[in-house]
């Protein structure tokens, strides 16, 4: 049986397609590519071109290929962006996860992988954070991905559904292997932003809110490297198939690492220096977000390979460094969305 991977040409999607080869599993791509890039999809997967929301297609996307499991992954992700325009992430993000799930509920799959997010858990959640923490949204991002979850809830306990929903906290890095990364030209995670500023690809970069509540002043997040992300997906899907229950569980390390100590990181890794500058803290941005990270590794064995944040940096400066050179586009001024 395949697993569908809506959003798989996009940055976490992609790394969840190589893991998925590398265990030996087929799958399959579902994917508008209005973000993604054709080319991040791993040789060997079929790529289907189109919405999650078109019933039709997903059905027949299934039945081609014998899926018993769906990943999705497909969603707006910006926090600050969500604030600018609540109804095109209800749309995308809510609206169109509700679609695809009444298209799996049709068919044959009876498996679901939700990508969800720390942002659930709102502007000052307990720290670290377990799951049982009351969820109050600080964004319309983080309020599109509750109602989604709640949805698959309430949709599995009504049809024969099984569901592992993932909460992560902050994706970083790179494929080690180089075979995928972020590609996007306006990416806003610092580590990716702060790399490219390294680099000289960008005129350095912001640093969104000095003098916060935290030990230096700057915003405090628990990275995790997107392979090791893919490889909790992984552990999700052999869950299922073992007939595991229902479960959301936190991604993360419980460890944070302020904007400065990232900037810091980096430098240290490069070698180098960029200018960074600050400017006000963005709405929607918790001031600390770190996992309580231990339910994961007991119900599903999830063992991190990669939890140093000096090894997240290094790997997204190898991607950096090889694909960039290779691009007509550049990435986008480092100024206006990093946090």
Same mark, same amino acid.
């Given at each position: 049986?395949?697993?569908?991977i809506t959003?798989?040409?996009? @940055? *976490?999607g992609?790394?969840m397609?190589?893991a998925l080869?590398d265990a030996?599993?087929?799958?399959v791509? !579902? ?19 189109g919405?999650?929301a078109?019933? %039709?297609?997903v059905?027949r ?12 992954f497909?969603?707006? *992700? ?7 325009d609540?109804?095109? @992430? @209800? ?8 679609? !695809? ?11 679901? *992988?939700?990508?969800s ?12 954070? $377990? ?5 109050a ?12 979850e =709640?949805?698959? &809830? ?5 049809? #024969? ?13 790179a ?8 590609r996007a030209?306006e ?14 690809? %960008?005129?350095g970069?912001? *640093?969104?809110?000095?003098?916060l ?13 997107v392979? #090791?992300?893919a490889?909790?997906h ?11 229950? %229902?479960?959301t !569980?936190?991604? /993360?390390?419980?460890? /944070? ?10 430098? &240290?890794?490069?070698g180098?220096?960029? $200018?960074?500058?600050? #400017?006000?803290?963005?709405? /929607? ?22 939890a140093?944040? #000096? ?6 400066? &190898?991607?950096?460094?090889s694909? =960039? $050179? ?6 986008? $001024?480092?100024?206006?969305?990093? /946090?």
């Amino acid at each position: 049986m395949a697993v569908l991977i809506t959003g798989g040409a996009g @940055y *976490i999607g992609s790394h969840m397609a190589h893991a998925l080869r590398d265990a030996g599993e087929p799958a399959v791509v !579902l994917d508008d590519l209005s973000t993604g890039d054709r080319n991040a999809v791993p040789d060997g997967v079929p790529l289907v071109i189109g919405d999650v929301a078109d019933a %039709n297609l997903v059905l027949r996307t299934i039945e081609d290929h014998g899926v018993d499991a769906v990943a999705h992954f497909a969603a707006r *992700i910006s926090a600050p962006d969500s604030v600018r325009d609540p109804l095109g @992430y @209800y749309a995308a993000n809510t609206a169109k996860t509700r679609d !695809l799930l009444a298209a799996v509920v049709a068919s044959r799959a009876r498996h679901v *992988i939700f990508s969800s997010t720390a942002a659930v858990y709102g502007r000052e959640p307990p720290t670290p954070t $377990p799951e049982t923490a009351p969820c109050a949204p600080a964004s319309p991002y983080g309020l599109s991905k509750l109602m989604s979850e =709640w949805i698959l &809830r309430d949709t599995a306990a009504a049809h #024969d559904l099984t569901y592992v929903t993932l909460r992560y906290f902050n994706v970083a890095g790179a494929d080690p292997a180089g075979r995928t990364g972020q590609r996007a030209p306006e990416a806003a995670n610092l580590i990716t932003v702060a790399a490219r500023a390294a680099l000289g690809l %960008n005129e350095g970069l912001s *640093i969104f809110g000095d003098g916060l509540p935290t030990p230096d002043g700057t915003g405090v997040r628990d990275y995790i490297h997107v392979s #090791d992300l893919a490889d909790a997906h992984v552990a999700a899907l052999r869950h299922l198939r073992r007939g595991g229950e %229902n479960l959301t !569980l936190n991604c /993360g390390y419980g460890r /944070g690492y302020s904007v400065k100590e990232v900037v810091e990181a980096v430098r &240290r890794v490069t070698g180098g220096d960029f $200018p960074v500058r600050r #400017d006000a803290s963005r709405p /929607g941005d918790p001031y600390v977000s770190i996992a309580d990270a231990s339910l994961i590794r007991d119900r599903l064995g999830w063992r991190p390979e990669r939890a140093d944040l #000096d090894r997240i940096v290094a790997d997204a400066l &190898r991607w950096e460094r090889s694909w =960039w $050179p290779t691009q007509t586009r550049r990435p986008a $001024p480092a100024g206006r969305r990093v /946090g």
